[in-house]
Structure formats: C-alpha cells, structure tokens
C-alpha cells in the first residue's frame, strides 16, 4: 500500500515509535472507532503504509506507553474494548509479528491503567521497562503496591520495573520525593538509567 497518496484517518490517544527510518505509528481513537492497524511512515521519502501483522495485538488501543528498544517496540496498558488494560506487549519491526509477554489481569503486575509513562533503562548489565503512574480503577486491582498511593479519582504513584530476559515484574524500593498520584505527565530519558519527569495531572489539578 505504499503510495504517495495513502494518508492514515484522522485519530487521537495514539503514540508513534521511531526505529531506524521509520516511524511506526499503532492504534488510537478516531470517530468512536478504536483502530488497531500499524502505520508506517518511511522518513526519507515521505510516505505512509499500512502493513498487516500477525500475532496478538495489545487490548489497550488507546492512551497506551510505548518505547522502542533495538528493533523490538513494548507497548504496555491503555484503554480499549473492556476498559482499561496492564498486558505488555512486543512488536517487532522485522517480522511485523506481535507477542505478549504479560496477560491483561487485576492480579499481578501494575494496575490496569492508561495514561503513564514509560521508558527503558538499562543497567547491570540487563534492560528494563520502568512504568510510573497512570489512571484506572484502583478498586479492581489486587494486589496493590506496597507505599504506592491510589486516589478516589483513579490516579497512582505506581512504580515497576519489567525485567526483559526473565519476563518479570519487579516492585523496587521507592526513596527520595515519589511524586503524588499523577497522570498524563512527560518521562524523558536523560541517561541509560535516569530520566526527568515533568508536571500531569494531579487530584489537586495540574502540577509543574
């Protein structure tokens, strides 16, 4: 379908993922429609193209996280058909194949959110996901996380990391100043193993 003259449709609550030449874009809401195609924009000669996939896609189509490590992009949580949703999910750009790693479930991992953040790191020797806050129901998510915080109004100071090679979820030990319950805030990468967040939503209304 590559062609100068393929746009995809108007959407919003999608996020987009470069690797290499490419930008991959994935899901998002448009007309009251969840989508759950890929589109793929080529960077230097400026077209779009929907490819088909094989495998599971995530549940969650909208307001989602997703970061791209090597040639492998995670996708973690969101919202979709059923609600909110905590399933993992990699999608990788050679074979256009997904593959879950972590099931939707309110009994284990993070709770079933969406708008958090979430970033690679890399240390000892190992690469991880790190997801931080975010909005769902809180009520329906057992166990919760020892020392996080869930507000009446959905939002968390959730902290996990997902260990890559051992398929696992881990809950660290928190110092230092957690930030409040918050969503829809910006994570950025500074280093390998450090990155800067910045202002969300909050139950006391924006924050910087």
């Not at 240390?123 to 909005?135: N, P, Q, S």
């Not at 166990?143 to 968390?156: E, F």
């Not at 230092?176 to 918050?182: K, Q």
Request: with cysteine; net charge neutral; proline share 7%.
């Amino acid at each position: 379908m590559a062609s100068k003259n393929y746009q995809p449709v108007e959407r919003h609550s999608h996020s987009t993922v470069k690797v290499g030449d490419y930008l991959y874009m994935w899901g998002g809401l448009g007309s009251r429609v969840h989508y759950d195609v890929m589109e793929v924009y080529h960077l230097p000669t400026g077209t779009w193209d929907q490819k088909p996939t094989t495998g599971t896609p995530p549940p969650g189509t909208r307001a989602y996280s997703s970061v791209a490590i090597g040639k492998d992009i995670y996708y973690f949580g969101g919202r979709g058909v059923g609600g909110y949703h905590n399933s993992l999910h990699c999608f990788n750009v050679d074979s256009f194949k997904w593959r879950e790693l972590s099931p939707s479930s309110s009994d284990h991992g993070p709770m079933m959110k969406a708008c958090c953040g979430m970033i690679s790191v890399h240390f000892d020797g190992e690469d991880y996901l790190v997801m931080i806050g975010g909005k769902g129901y809180s009520s329906i998510n057992t166990p919760k996380q020892p020392d996080a915080q869930y507000s009446v109004y959905g939002r968390c100071n959730e902290i996990h990391y997902y260990r890559i090679s051992s398929d696992q979820w881990i809950s660290p030990v928190v110092t230092g100043d957690r930030p409040p319950p918050v969503y829809d805030f910006t994570l950025t990468p500074v280093t390998n193993n450090t990155a800067v967040m910045f202002g969300g939503d909050t139950n006391n209304g924006m924050i910087n």
